[in-house]
């Protein structure tokens, strides 16, 4: 049922395997994208904006000239020109407009970290400040709706829901915050770039080598062709290394003043704040009718987010709510205030984790409302057709999850009653969710199998390992598409010189880049059959999937939590955390529980503590740094269990696969409230939950 002629047989497909750049990466020979820069390369400092809006009127740079080591400090004023036009995300030192805190308004590069460093400290600049606004505020003029969501329709109705919401036997409306969240990969974004006349070669730190490429093509009016992006390690990616930020074209810009040489930038932590995305603050409304039995008939999602004056980017947060559950009449919208901050951008789930947060403490309301339990709940309301398209699911066991979730929780035994277990002065209680994430499949990978003698392929995709394990995962896939032991596959990734690739973003790296390496296998062995000669090579690019549009495809999973909270502190634990996936078929078993750990983790983490504390007098993160922004550790948590059900889907991929990078993280910030709310009688309804709340 795939497209390709042979049966793909998972025989090191679905073997736990370490990666194969492991020792590399525990010895520290694994090279980062600065770890690449020469002895002699150059360090960029940047100087940053102090004001939210306004324009730079006068720049003295004679001090920062004057220190031993600097070779050069470029402002609007001296910086070579771009492509494009300034003031939009990549205009980078274009313009005296300031249109953000943080913005670079100049960069020193010298011979030294510390030196460009001191440099930029002595970089005088002068400003005029204009009015600003930074922090989200749902009844702001500027409301807008946006021209369309990267995920579907900016709204989607079906029935009449108002009437429906009328009608229902049992209404409820609420309304969910979540706060504007900043990545924090352990490497920060970081690129080492050299101009070798018209040639730009590029390190850098992202998700997808080759829209680093295009966007910088683009930024400097070049051939895509004349851009060479290399990123063998990554130390984190989470959205934010998707796009391509200031900080790249900057380190590019800077570079073109020092022909020849190399430039390197690494962000401090506290730049992380500024100027590479971040996820949106959200206010989201949700109203469920449903009939006494608990079948809904209504859902409505309603979402505002902080959005950037300088280039649109939207959370949708409300298409997590058009295809979980049957509900005749539906409503989902998104809108956004146009602010004088950074443009946000994907990050983890985007939309599902804030969306069900909302969706789902929302399903665990209503369950309490109706006196059912939150489980069954969600049982009734399980669709028999995708509700957003109509079409069957290619499969769908988030029922399954549930049941299973339930059983090793041992839910049978939950005693509804909130507030009702005190034990040592912790109040107890657990909470469940669901979640989903769309099978993504990105068009525009190529792949290339070469025989290199002695039986060994070499296999070339610009696929991006960003921790995920996709050096092992593909390795597998190549290994049985082509029927051979995974030591005769010789990957090579992260490398414009492999051709075009879709990111490792949208849990669809290992699909978009597999389904292209079983297209690249199938050619070679239909051309030189299974005993090549040395130098036969074959290349594919990445297949339609023929069933797209025949079948809804998604992975779900259930969360199940228990969460204790001081009675006198209103401190909160979590002593267990379960998930339960069903995710198609788990490619590495080894590094896909750790990638569902870490996305629970995350989850775990947004639910108790992640929020950047934009101050609205000067637009800039307070907490912009990893003492004030707090992320969750082992002391949040006791037992955090994985599990997955064997699922087999002949529909998404040659692999069976559906993408299993985000769904970890979508559901447990719900999972959290509803357990909290279980534990103390509270219903928190703004995360992050702090103890404040139970006092
Ligand atoms: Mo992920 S937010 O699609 O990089």
Known sequence: MTTASRPFVPRAVGTPRPRPEGPQKVRGTARYAVETADTDALYLFPVQAAVTRGRVTAIDTSAAEALDGVVAVLTHENAPRLAREADADHGVLQSATIHQHGQYLAAVLATSSETAREAAALVSVTC?????????????????????????????????????????????????RTPMEHHQPLEPHSTVARWDGERLVLHDATQAVSWTRQAMA?????????????????????????????????????????????????????????????????????????????????????????????SEFVEPAAAFSRGMYAAAARRTTHRTVPLDIGTPTFMRAPGEAPGSFAGESAMDELAIELGTDPVELRLRNEPDVDPETGRPFSSRNLVACLRRGAERFGWADRDPAPRARLVDGWWHGTGVAAASFPVVRFPGSEATIRAAGSGVYEVEIAAADIGQGARAALTAIAADALEVPVERIDLRIGDTAYGAAGPAGGSAGTTSWGATIV????????????????????DAATPDNPWASDYAMHAYGAHFVEVAVHADTGEIRVPRMLGVFAAGRIVNPLTARSQFLGGMTWGLSAALHEESVLDDRFGHVVNRDLAGYHVATNADVGTVDVEWLDEDDPYVNPMGTKGIGEIGIVGVAAAVANAAHHATGVRVRSLPITLDAFL
Request: charged content about 25%; hydrophobic content about 35%; glycine content about 10%.
């Open 218 to 310: 683009a930024a400097f009016g070049i051939e895509e062709s004349a851009v060479d992006v290399v990123s063998a390690h990554v130390g984190g990616g989470f959205g934010s290394k998707g796009g391509t930020h200031p900080n790249t074209v900057l380190t590019a810009l800077a570079a073109r003043a020092v022909p020849g040489r190399s430039v390197r930038y690494a962000l401090t932590r506290q730049q992380m704040f500024d100027l590479v995305g971040h996820r949106p603050a959200t206010v989201q409304h949700v109203a469920l009718g449903s009939d006494r039995e608990g079948r809904l008939t209504a859902i409505t999602h309603d979402v505002v987010t902080q959005g950037s004056r300088i």
């Open 128 to 176: 005029v400040e204009e009015p600003h606004a930074a922090v989200l505020d749902e009844d702001s003029p500027d409301l807008y709706a946006p021209g369309s969501l990267v995920v579907g329709a900016t709204d989607d109705t079906r029935g009449d829901p108002e009437a429906a919401l009328a009608a229902a036997e049992v209404t409820l409306r609420r309304t969910y």
């Open 519 to 538: 297209e690249a296998a199938e050619r070679f062995r239909d051309k030189y059959g299974d005993d090549p000669d040395d130098g036969d090579e074959a």
